[in-house]
């Protein structure tokens, strides 16, 4: 199968979005009622500004880059937009140039790129069953395969990766739900959250690497973080520590998305924010619909957040430093639910009905 050659690049930016299908996606809320949270501080939030007006003359919609459709995973390295179109794995230029498939499984259930190459989970295979994970070239020719028979490969996310590992949520045979680190070199799987009996069954949902840690949600709106161990002298990661409740949300359900310094959970409706400790909570503002609201990206303690508005969907870029309010749109979907967006330093990128777009932050 012909592709092409990567580019070496640098800063990629964690994907995330709620509400879409599996890949570079969170996952969806999980399973079973949720207990009442323990907040990490007695402050009362503050009540939400108004709600932000449904459109805005000045939300850019951006350029199309191609018109694949049913587009359910984007990722941004350098120059070019890496996608997932049901069975296939296609790449193109920002500028809509050199649009090529890279890679087609029947058995594809999601894909992760980065600056280091192609990921993806699939299917297992009849004698093993459960999911696999394999690593891709730049002209899509298979690395390395490793079959995991006790994962389900239809819950199954690769929902972060750095410089030396992926970073899997996903649901066992069992029904544990549980977290794992792959190592890239060999694809050696490494579980985060081992079986507890207290935490099985509370579910797991919205992880998310940062600052080096892993968080993510139990019970619905139960936030953890997962803190890294570093290596004195280089600073490096070494491996995690155990981990420990940081907050819990008083809505019912925490959409979570975790930045340089702030927290913040939606519920679909409300967004707050928090100290990394947990402290502080304050609410930012509210959507004009139950369910309006998801978490899309972060870069620092900007939060991309997803808005289903009446006209279309919106991009708009919240600054969790600044004091409360909407933010600002960044991109527009008109007449269009958008169903995946990735950042970087300098454009937004987002997939609806009609294909992939780019538009300048």
């Known amino acids: 199968m012909e592709g092409p050659v990567f580019r070496s690049v640098v800063g990629l930016v964690c994907l995330a979005v709620v509400g879409c299908s599996d890949g570079l996606e969170s996952p969806g809320l999980a399973r ?14 503050a009540p939400a500004p ?104 239809v819950a199954t996310t690769l929902f972060a990766s750095d410089e030396t590992h992926l970073f899997v949520q996903t649901e066992k045979t069992d029904g544990r739900e549980t977290l794992y680190a792959v190592t890239k070199a060999t694809g050696a799987a490494t579980e985060l959250t081992p079986a507890s009996p207290e935490t099985d069954a509370l579910g797991l949902s919205h992880a998310q690497l940062a600052n080096k840690d892993v968080w993510f ?51 679909g409706k409300s967004l707050q924010r928090r100290e990394l400790s947990g402290a502080n909570p304050k609410a930012l503002f509210e959507g004009a619909s139950a369910g309006a609201l998801g978490v899309a990206a972060l870069d620092g303690d900007t939060l991309f957040m997803r808005v289903d508005e009446a006209a279309g969907g919106t991009v708009r870029a919240v600054d969790l430093a600044a004091p409360p309010g909407a933010g600002r749109p960044v991109a527009c979907a008109a007449g269009q639910k958008i169903s995946a967006v990735a950042v970087d330093a300098s454009r937004v990128v987002w997939a609806d009905e009609r294909g992939v777009h780019v538009v300048a932050r």
Do not use: H, M
């Open 50 to 153: 108004p709600a932000p007006p449904a459109t805005s003359p000045a939300c850019p919609a951006g350029a199309r880059v191609t018109d694949d459709l049913r587009v359910s995973n984007v990722a941004l390295v350098g120059d070019v937009v890496f996608y997932r179109a049901e069975s296939r794995v296609l790449r193109v230029g920002v500028d809509g140039s050199t649009r090529s498939e890279i890679y087609a499984s029947t058995a594809l259930r999601g894909v992760r790129a980065d600056a280091s190459g192609l990921y993806t989970v699939e299917l297992g295979d009849s004698a093993t069953g459960g999911a696999s994970v394999r690593r891709l070239s730049a002209s899509g020719d298979v690395q390395w395969t490793v079959s995991q028979p006790t994962w389900l490969a």
């Open 32 to 45: 079973g009622s949720a207990p009442q949270p323990t907040p990490a501080t007695d402050e009362a939030p």
């Open 217 to 267: 949600v139990r019970a619905k709106n139960r936030v953890f973080r997962l803190p890294a161990t570093l290596d004195p002298l280089t600073g490096e990661r070494t491996g995690f520590g155990e981990a420990r409740e940081v907050f819990g949300s008083e809505y019912f359900a925490c959409q979570l998305g975790v930045g340089a310094r702030f927290a913040a959970c939606t519920d």
